[in-house]
């Protein structure tokens, strides 16, 4: 399997503009994840979806924020309009863990490095 | 609240035995994760925890202590490729996983 794969790996915008991060889990995986990764604040969990459902937003930061699952093998992040705090590593990571979310091995990308000038 | 505390950063020798403590407060628990960073990549999984005791993989060896809310990491014949950061995270009731801030290891010839 290809693992998780992320485009773009970086993106280098200005305040104010969309920005789109796309992500393709591992085949047959039924949770999918969006993390945001900085010095500053480590790891924090965006959003997570279960069989393409969104179960958990609790972690995104605002209205700007927001993400979709249209089918199994596709998801993205949108950010409309971002700002200079959004820059930042965002790490999409799939898991096949049945009927628990976290109780096995997440697949992470290799991320998309955000830069909001 | 939940919490997660590990070492910011360690210093190793090439060849030596360093062990990373990380030390949990979840509300409830389902498991403990250890998982590998190196610079500028992505976080991959190292090893998973839910009951007491040393599990042993290779060079890599992680113990868990539920009643100590309690965890380390054993790396054993350290090499140079070792150098990364290691990020603990346990798993709470709600199978929400809290993440620690990862832990730099140095290692040094």
């Known amino acids: 399997d290809a693992g998780v794969i992320q485009s773009p790996r970086h993106e280098v915008t200005e305040m104010g503009q969309e920005v789109t991060l796309r992500c393709k889990p591992i085949?047959?995986?039924?949770?999918l994840f969006w993390y945001r990764q900085t010095m500053m604040r480590g790891l924090e969990l965006l959003i997570y979806?279960?069989?393409?459902?969104?179960?958990?937003d609790s972690g995104m930061p605002e209205d700007r924020f927001s993400a979709k699952m249209p089918n199994a093998s596709f998801s993205t992040l949108k950010i409309q309009p971002s700002e200079p705090r959004d820059s930042a590593v965002y790490f999409c990571?799939?898991?096949?863990?049945?009927?628990?979310?976290?109780?096995?091995?997440?697949?992470f990308g290799e991320g998309s490095r955000l830069t909001v000038l | 609240g939940q919490n997660i505390d590990q070492p910011t950063e360690m210093t190793a020798t090439e060849g030596a035995i360093v062990q990373i403590n990380c030390t949990y407060q979840?509300?409830?628990?389902?498991?403990l994760f250890w998982y590998q960073q190196h610079a500028g990549e992505a976080p991959t999984f190292l090893s998973y925890?839910?009951l007491d005791g040393l599990e042993e993989k290779g060079r890599f060896s992680s113990f868990l202590s539920r009643s100590k809310g309690y965890s380390y990491l054993l790396l054993k014949e350290l090499q140079m490729k070792d150098s990364a950061s290691y990020l603990c995270?346990?798993?709470?009731?709600?199978?929400?996983?809290?993440w620690g801030a990862g832990t730099k290891l140095i290692i040094k010839p």
């Open positions: 990571a799939s898991s096949g863990s049945g009927r628990d979310p976290n109780t096995g091995e997440l697949f």
């Open positions: 979840t509300s409830g628990f389902n498991g």
């Open positions: 085949s047959g995986h039924d949770y």
């Open positions: 995270a346990a798993t709470d009731s709600n199978y929400q996983l809290i």
């Open positions: 925890n839910v």
């Open positions: 979806f279960n069989n393409n459902v969104p179960i958990d």
